[in-house]
């Protein structure tokens, strides 16, 4: 059974920088297209990004476009999302999974954007 674990977030003013991990485990990481997603406060789970299994294909939602970048280490079985530009509408709760519905998501890292 899959089992994922965020971390990285924290508070930070507009315009600023976070770098979040996700740590895999429990399955073959390297073989699955992986995302992240994110759920703000009264809102919806909302796509944030997808990673192939390679590295070399990303994509992102619209409205974190040019600002987050999602990367990944198959040796690590880790994946990251660096986050810069930050908004005060990009406060959620951020989480990786293995799909773009969120299935398999940990607890997610809090990420609060705020002057």
């Known amino acids: 059974e899959e089992h994922l674990v965020e971390s990285g977030g924290g508070l930070v003013q507009p315009g600023g920088s976070l770098t979040l991990s996700c740590v895999a485990s429990?399955?073959?990481?390297?073989?699955?297209?992986m995302n992240w997603v994110r759920q703000a406060p009264g809102k919806e789970l909302e796509w944030v990004s997808t990673i192939d299994v390679s590295g070399r294909h990303t994509y992102y939602a619209d409205s974190v476009k040019g600002r987050f970048t999602i990367s990944r280490d198959n040796a690590k079985n880790t994946l990251y999302l660096q986050l810069n530009g930050l908004k005060t509408e990009d406060t959620a709760i951020y989480y990786c999974?293995?799909?773009?519905?969120?299935?398999?998501r940990g607890q997610g890292t809090q990420v609060t954007v705020s002057s």
């Open positions: 429990g399955f073959r990481f390297s073989i699955f297209t």
């Open positions: 999974a293995i799909d773009r519905r969120g299935s398999g």
